[in-house]
């Protein structure tokens, strides 16, 4: 304990010292942001998972063809999970002799757990929430049942045997699948009705939807003792499943925030260790002379050990209060775009910014402070006499175990934690290199030079191996903004591209051939852009090489759906745009039917490779074709879509209806009316809603990151300062000599002036070389996403890298430069 | 008593009221009252006193490092006191050397480009042929290459006295040039700077606590707590 007494009372006296203020700032700055950013992702992440329940309308949903078993229901009871469920069923509907195939769900009293409904009571009312269903007797329908069968509200409407009143329109219906083809217009009534209606008979195609709602932990207890027991036609979904309307966005979006965070760390990091490079430096004769007055190294290390446990434990508690103001601060600036219940934030994402604080000072302070250890006693006889530096290995080496460890930490995967690590190492070595290469160039630039810049290519030469140091320092820097910066700008970039200003967001179905051409010109004349209409027939994928389909999926894998219900089969003359093959090739003109492409991700699920036969069945009848082609698609960007793609002919005989998405501007939706009046069989599907839906989540999350790179930017800063200030002491003896030997001040802030700007360019030059190395494989094997280098940066990073360094370099030595220099050599 | 102009004509350094005063956590000091000094050219002047009677306070107020409190200094005509700080340094390139205790080599530098320093600051095309003469002058010329870190204190003083002579400088200021350096050694770094200062015909103004060495110079002044006696 004595130790610490000590300790604190020399950290005390040395508080004026500027290298303890900013290795103060550079931890705290990385504690605040790595809170921040904890804190924050935690919460998103939480709120996006409620988010998420809403659109299952409960936290954990079992799909199924059947029933469930009863001691299944007992378990959930059990586990006290609330239950509700859902039956959804297609259903004809004849009304004032007109007749309309709905889509009929029958919900339980507590529907929906998650999530609400919207209704109307008259087609101008207000929408108004509610978190029920419609009650025993009565029904609600969405308005296009109404005008199809000449009903309004009020008006009974029989579904089987069972007459029901219809009194609301839903305009909203939270867990509305946003599955193209269940797309008749719906009608929602009590499940307490559906007895009595007698609709429901053996046979009937029926999806119940089983919805719990609970704690987490017994969530996923009870996810974990249904999942082995599920039969094939069974299917579980929860909250945590890829949300395929959201395209990745939002995994990659948690990605970056993990990434910048890291970024932030390593920045804050380096600015930490060259503080305490300093402050060992500054402080080998002190401890020289402790030495003599008879501290062991032991003691020593304990001394100092103790002062940067203080200083962690300052900066860190103070950090992670700021962080979570800063959190704070983040969601109330983002607080009109989030839903209005945000979840709250949670302690451990604080606790891991605290001890975040603490790795990074023992990783980047440790190793240039053993060094004090070693200092010899001697030395205050000799004053030249410096202790070793530490093994590089260990300063490296430590700094690179904390950088795998928040990496691992944030994004939980282990590609891109080694992906990082490996390119980033590699990326260290070759920067060595360069950096020792560029040098030498320089080297033999000094004897043809004016006299202010030989000093300044000295300044960075006469110490070959610190100047190395900096500019990797700068490089590292410079590397870990762009790289937020650029991955940021692609992201959002990404995501807009895949959600164009005019993105298709309505689709138009079962528009029979002979009206297609009419509903085409119709679309014209209303200035509505349409894609492509493509024929459709509807069919059901059944055997692969004759072996059927139900043996060869496994029951948890993607391509299970797509084998249990109707496909939308299609045939095309061209490949449709956006669609690449990815292997075999695209039919030519006039070759033979019987062929067909399959879309990448469901051939591989399904294990269909090229030249195998495929049997589908469309309605009672049996076809085999030959897969021509492979093809990989965009799925995001709301087009139609095909998993099947046939040779023109193939389906010819079979029925076959027209499909095709335009987009419909919020002012032109009266448009849907007269279609659906003129085109009573066809149906609209206004996918509108959930577009926005995923603009507002991309366009929170595009703010978010904004605000978190201005973190890396500070840290970066601070390294700036912190390289500078590593030379300081030097530089003041250079210029006090030099200003006595009658130098100009406009001379030293010249030399000053181009020193620094070398450095910044150097570091540029290497930055972009570094950053474009890293940014391709952080896209091409990460983030997923095209890449292509962005010139104009190649251009700015150098001149920025140049112009920071100088303004940095400017500001910290300007007392070299305005100090008379008496005062100057006096403090030598 | 003679004009202003009259001295300055006469008198390489005129120096009158010359005060000096600094704000410390106990209020101002003065390190420095109303000193007048006036030194011909070619004189050599020793400065003696007791420890922190400002004696390097008062060296560098003559030398331009830093500016008084009140007074004025006027080196060779020109004016310290209203001069910035840039215009003193051009003074001090063009007419002032100086040899300091602790050396003040630039640790970076080699000998030969510590001498040719202020030639080059000066734009001077021929620093590194002056300068290896220079250094020649002083008995390293076989040390050109080394920096100080290589050489021996002596060493190091002979440096600075070769770059305090190269510029020629009409006054050479030297703050206890032997304090850091044995006797022996000290002595013959004296005789070299005695015998530099006779070929050159530089005025010294030297500090020192050694009153054989006081007693080599022509005149002595003494500062007691910042007034001269
Ligand atoms: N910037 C300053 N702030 C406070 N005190 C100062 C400052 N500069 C000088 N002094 C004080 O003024 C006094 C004179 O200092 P100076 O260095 O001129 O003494 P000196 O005669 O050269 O002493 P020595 O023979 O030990 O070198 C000292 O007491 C010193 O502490
Ligand atoms: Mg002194």
Redesign the interface.
Known sequence: MSHFNLALRLLLRDRRSGELTLLLLALMIAVTSSTAISLFADRLQRTMGEQAAEFLAADLVIASSEGLPAHWLEKATEWHLDQAQTKEFPSVLIENEEMLLGSIKAVSENYPLRGYLKITDSDYAQEKSVQNGPGPGTAWVEKRVLSALKLKLGDPLMVGDKKLIITRLITYETDKRGDFYSFAPRVMMNDADLQASGVLQPGSHVHYYFQYRGDPKALTEFKRWIKPQLNPSQRIMDIHDDRPELGGALSRAERYLGLSSIVVILIAGVAIAMTTRRYTERHFNATALLRCLGLKRRDILWLYGWQFIILGFLASSFGCLLGWFVQQALFHLLRGLLPQQVASPGWSAVLFGFITGMAVLLAFALPPLLRLKQVSPLKVLRRELEPLDTGTGLVYGMAFSAIAFFIERYTQDFAMTATLLGSGLIALLVLGLMIYGLLRLIAKLVPHVSLSWRFGLQGILRNSKASVGQIMAFSITLVAMVLSFTVRTSLVDDWQKHLPEKAPNHFALNIFPEQQPAFKKEMIQNGIDSSQFYPVVRGRLVKINNIPVQQIVSKDSQGESATHRELSLTWAKDLPEENKITAGKWWQEGQQRGLVSVEQKLAKNLKINLHDQLSFTIGSQQMNVTVASIRSLEWDTMKPNFYMIFSPGTLDGYPSTFLTSFYLPEAQKNVLNDLVKKYPGTTILEVDRILKQVKTVLLQLTKAINYLLYFSLMAGFSVLFAAVYATLDHRIQEGAVLRMLGAKRAFLRKVHLIEFGLLGLMAGLLTIVLSEVMLYSLYTHVMHIDYSPNYGLWLLIPFVGSLSVSVAGYCGTRQVVNKSPLTVLREL | MQSQTDKAVEYLIVAERLSKSVMTSEGILDILSSIDLLIKPGESMAIVGESGSGKSTLI?LLAG???PSAGTIRLNGNDLTVMD??GR??????L?G?V?Q?F???P??TALENVM??L????DKDAKIAATALLSRVGLSHRLTHTP?QLSGGEQQRVALA?AFVTRPVILFADEPTGNLDSKTGAIIIDLLFQLNLENNTTLILVTHDQVLASRCQRTIRLESGKLV
């Open positions: 560098s490092l830093d500016t700080e840039d340094a051009a003074i001090r390139n063009a002032v100086f300091f602790s003040q080599l630039l970076t530098l320093l202020p080059e600051l000066s734009g870190r770059r």
